[in-house]
C-alpha cells in the first residue's frame, strides 16, 4: 500500500511507547522522565503516520535545535527512505521564517523580508532611540538598546505586557521605564517600514498571521495533519500558543519532562505542559518510566534528585532501568577547584590508559568560567578538548576586552590593545581609536610621563567625540589606576630575607601608595569604567560579570602581569589557533544546558558544591528548583559512568572563597553514591 520497508514497530519499542507511537487521532501528551526515550517515540511515531498513509508533508516536526530535527528525520529515512527534505521539521523560528514567507502580507511584511540578526535589531533600535530622545542616550545611567531589547523580548515571548515585563526588569531607571514604551512602538514601525524581521518578529509575526487570518489559519490546520513537539518543557507562552491555535483540530503530540525545565530565565514556562491536558480535551497521556540510557546506579542517583524537590508541582516519576548494573556515581571531594582540575586531568589519563575513547568522555559545568582552572590543566597534560558550547574562555568577548586593557597597561606601546578598547566607547571606531592613540602619543613625546597619562591630557580629549568624552574620562582614570598599582608594586623591593631587613617596615609605612597584585588589577579594571559599561550594554551583565570572577581568580595565580599576559596567549595558541581534525580524539567541555537531550557514556560534572550548583545568583534569587533541574539533567546524560566533583573551596575571585557543600547532594541518601575524600590528599 505505501512501499516502504517493514518496521517491526513492537520489537523496537516497549508497551508504553509502542501505545504512544500507536496511539489513535486525538491531542497525546508523552510525559516521561529522562532517557525513556521520548525522542525516539517521535522518531519513530513519523515513521508510523507513513506507514499509515500519511504523507510526509502533513507532518510538522517542531524541536529544540536544527540539529536534532535533522538527526530524527534523517532516522526517519533510514526506517523508511523517505528523504528529509520532504518535511517541515526544525525550530519554532526556522518553521516561522517559511510560513511567514508565504503569509508575508498577513504579518505587514513583503514576501522577500529580512531577518536581523542581534546586532542589527540593536542597531536599529539604538539608532531610534537617538532620533526620538537624544538626552536618553547622553545620559549614561539610562540603560543601552540591547538591555531595553532584551526585556522587551522577554515581554513578548512571555505574552506579558511590556511595561511590567520593564517595571520588573528596569525598576532602577532614573523617571521609571514608561518612556521606554515609545521606543518600542517605533522599532516596530521602523520593522515594517524596512521590511525586516528580527528574531522575536518570527514567532510574533507567526501568531498573528493566525490570529488575523481565518483563511491562513484553516488552512494550517488542515495542512499540518500531525503536529509533533520535542523538549515541549521548554516552550514559551507564545511558542505555546502558537501550537494550541495549530492543533485545535488535530493531532498534536507532545513529547517533555517537566523534570527537565531548564530556561525559565528565557521565558520558558514549564506550566505549558502541565495545563496541556486542560488545553487540548480528550489529551490522553502516556508515561514511560523505563530508561534505556543509564546504568540502575545512575538512575538511583537521578531519582534520589528529584525526590527531594520540595514540593512536586509537576508530575511525579521514577526512573526504572533495564540495563545490567554498573559502577556507583562517585563524588569527589576536593581542596579546591585547582585540586578539582588536577584530579579531572588525572582520572582522564586514567580512563584513557584502560581504554576509554576520550570523545566519550564529556565534562560538564554549571558556567563557562568554571572550566578555566580545567583548562588550563588539559593543556599542561597535552589531552586535546573541545568546548561544545562557544567559546573558549579566553576568546570570549568580554574577557579579550579586560585582557586589552591589561595588555596596554603592562606594554603601553601594545597600540592594537589600546584600539581594542577605545571602540568599546560610544562612536569610536578605528580611526577615531587612532587619532587618539596619535595625539596621545604626541603629547608623550614632549611629556615623558608614559602613553597612559599622555590619554588624560586635554589635548587628547580634544580628538575624543562629545559622546564618548565621559566614558573616555572614566577609562582613562581606570587605565592610570591600575598602572600606578602597578609602577607602585615594581617599586617596592621585596627583601631577600625579611626578618634580617630592619628597614622594610620602615620603608612600607612611608610609601603609602598602593601596590596592587595582577589579580588585584583586574579586579581594578573590572570594577572600574569597563564593569559599569558592561552593566548596560549585555543584558546577560550578571553572567559575564562571573566569568570576570572567574579571571581574577585566574589571575591570582600570578605575580607578574607581564607571565599571566604571556600565560593566556600561550593558551590560546596552543588550543584555538588549531582547528581539530574531525576524526582526531577529543575530549568534549560544555555548558549543563547544552547538554540537553543529549547522551554520553561517561560524564564528569564539576563544581558540584553551593555557589557554583546551584550558583550562587540563584540561591540570592530564590530560584533554587531550577537549578536542581539542571543537576538532573547533567547526572542524566551519563550512560555507564558518573563522577562528580565537590571543591571545598573557589580560587574564583581574589584570595579563597570556601563553598557549602552542594544543598542537592546533602538532601540525598549516601547510599546512592561512592565518596572519594581526594581534600586531603596531595595530586
Ligand atoms: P531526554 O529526556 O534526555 O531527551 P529521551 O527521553 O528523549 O531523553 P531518547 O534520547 O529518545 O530519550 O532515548 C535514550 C536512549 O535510549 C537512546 O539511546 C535510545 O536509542 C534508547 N532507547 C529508547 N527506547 C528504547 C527501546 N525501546 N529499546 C532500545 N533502546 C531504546
Ligand atoms: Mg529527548
Redesign the pocket.
Known amino acids: 500500500m505505501h512501499g516502504y520497508p517493514p518496521v517491526d514497530f513492537k520489537a ?3 508497551e508504553a ?1 509502542y501505545a504512544a507511537v500507536t496511539s489513535p487521532r486525538g491531542p497525546a501528551l508523552v510525559l ?10 517521535l ?1 519513530y511515531r513519523v515513521a508510523w503516520l507513513l506507514h499509515q498513509g500519511t504523507k510526509p508533508w502533513d507532518i510538522l516536526l517542531l524541536t529544540f535545535t536544527n540539529k536534532s530535527a535533522k538527526e530524527m528525520l534523517e532516522r526517519v529515512e533510514d526506517l523508511t527512505g523517505v528523504p528529509r527534505g520532504q518535511f517541515w521539521g526544525g525550530t519554532f523560528h526556522s518553521i516561522a521564517q517559511r510560513i511567514l514567507r508565504r503569509n508575508a502580507t498577513a504579518a505587514e511584511r513583503s514576501p522577500d523580508f529580512t531577518i536581523l540578526d542581534q546586532k542589527e535589531s540593536e542597531q536599529l533600535f539604538s539608532g531610534i532611540i537617538k532620533e526620538i530622545d537624544g538626552a536618553f542616550i547622553k545620559d549614561k545611567t539610562n540603560p543601552k538598546a540591547p538591555v531595553i531589547l532584551d526585556a522587551y523580548s522577554h515581554a513578548r515571548n512571555t505574552l506579558r505586557p511590556v511595561v511590567d515585563v520593564m517595571n520588573e526588569r528596569l525598576d532602577w531607571m532614573k523617571g521609571g521605564p514608561e518612556k521606554l514604551l515609545k521606543f518600542c512602538e517605533a522599532y516596530e514601525a521602523a520593522k515594517k517600514s524596512r521590511n525586516v524581521c528580527d528574531f522575536d518578529d518570527l514567532l510574533v509575526l507567526w501568531l498573528q498571521v493566525l490570529e488575523k487570518d481565518p483563511v491562513a489559519l484553516a488552512h494550517y490546520r488542515q495542512r499540518f495533519q500531525h503536529l509533533l513537539v ?2 515541549f518543557q521548554d516552550t514559551n507562552r507564545l511558542q505555546s500558543k502558537i501550537i494550541d491555535l495549530l492543533a485545535s483540530e488535530h493531532q498534536i503530540m507532545a ?1 517533555g ?1 517537566d523534570a ?1 525545565c531548564i530556561y525559565t530565565w528565557r521565558g520558558a514556562d514549564w506550566e505549558n505542559i502541565v495545563t496541556f491536558p486542560q488545553r487540548h480535551p480528550g489529551t490522553q497521556i502516556h508515561t ?1 518510566d ?4 543509564s546504568t540502575p546506579e545512575i538512575l538511583s542517583f537521578a531519582n534520589e534528585i528529584l525526590a527531594h524537590r520540595p514540593s512536586v508541582d509537576g508530575f511525579e516519576r521514577k526512573l526504572k532501568a533495564v540495563r545490567g548494573s554498573g559502577m556507583q556515581p562517585t563524588l569527589f571531594t576536593v581542596g579546591d577547584t585547582s585540586q578539582q582540575a588536577k584530579l579531572i586531568g588525572r582520572k582522564i589519563n586514567q580512563l584513557h590508559q584502560e581504554g576509554h575513547a576520550l570523545a566519550d568522555i564529556h565534562i560538564l559545568y554549571r558556567a563557562h568560567y568554571q572550566s578555566i582552572e580545567l583548562q588550563m590543566e588539559l593543556n599542561a597534560l597535552g589531552i586535546p578538548f573541545v568546548i561544545t558550547s562557544g567559546h573558549k574562555f579566553f576568546d570570549l568577548i568580554h574577557v579579550k576586552d579586560i585582557l586589552a586593557h591589561l595588555r596596554f597597561i603592562h606594554n603601553p606601546n601594545d597600540s592594537v590593545a589600546l584600539s581594542r578598547v577605545l571602540c568599546l566607547l560610544p562612536k569610536i571606531g578605528p580611526i577615531g581609536a587612532d587619532k587618539i592613540i596619535r595625539a596621545a602619543q604626541e603629547v608623550d613625546a614632549t611629556q615623558r610621563r608614559g602613553l597612559v597619562r599622555a590619554l588624560r591630557d586635554p589635548a587628547v580629549l580634544k580628538k575624543v567625540t562629545d559622546v564618548a568624552k565621559d566614558d573616555f574620562n572614566d577609562l582613562t582614570i581606570t587605565l592610570e589606576d591600575m598602572l600606578e598599582g602597578i609602577e607602585n608594586a615594581k617599586q617596592v623591593p621585596t627583601p631577600v630575607n625579611p626578618s634580617t631587613d630592619l628597614f622594610t617596615h620602615a620603608r612600607e609605612k612611608q610609601d603609602e601608595k598602593i601596590s596592587r597584585t595582577p589579580a588585584e588589577t583586574v579586579r581594578v579594571c573590572i570594577e572600574g569604567w569597563y564593569g559599569t559599561h558592561m552593566k548596560t550594554l549585555f543584558p546577560d551583565w550578571k553572567d559575564r560579570e562571573q566569568d570576570l570572577t572567574g579571571l581574577i581568580g585566574f589571575a591570582s595565580k600570578f605575580s607578574d602581569l607581564g607571565d599571566l599576559i604571556a600565560q593566556v596567549v600561550l593558551m590560546n595558541g596552543e588550543t584555538s589557533n588549531k582547528d581539530p581534525e574531525p576524526e582526531e580524539d577529543m575530549l568534549k567541555l560544555t555548558t549543563i544546558h547544552q547538554s ?4 554520553f557514556p561517561i560524564v564528569f560534572v564539576l563544581g558540584v558544591a553551593d555557589g557554583l550548583l546551584p550558583l550562587t545568583r540563584a540561591i540570592e534569587e530564590g530560584d533554587v528548583e531550577e537549578e536542581r533541574r539542571l543537576f538532573y ?1 547533567a547526572c ?2 551519563a550512560e555507564n559512568l558518573l563522577y562528580l566533583f565537590a571543591p571545598r573551596f573557589t580560587t574564583s575571585g581574589e584570595g579563597y572563597r570556601p563553598l557549602d557543600p552542594c544543598r542537592f547532594i546533602e538532601e540525598m541518601s549516601p547510599d546512592c553514591y561512592d565518596l572519594a575524600d581526594y581534600a586531603h590528599r596531595r595530586l
Open positions: 523496537e519499542l516497549n511507547q516521561a522522565g529522562a532517557g525513556s526515550g521520548k525522542t525516539r517515540t522518531t520535542d523538549e513529547v519532562d527537565q514511560i523505563i530508561n534505556y540510557r540537553k537531550g543529549l547522551e539533567v542524566t546524560r
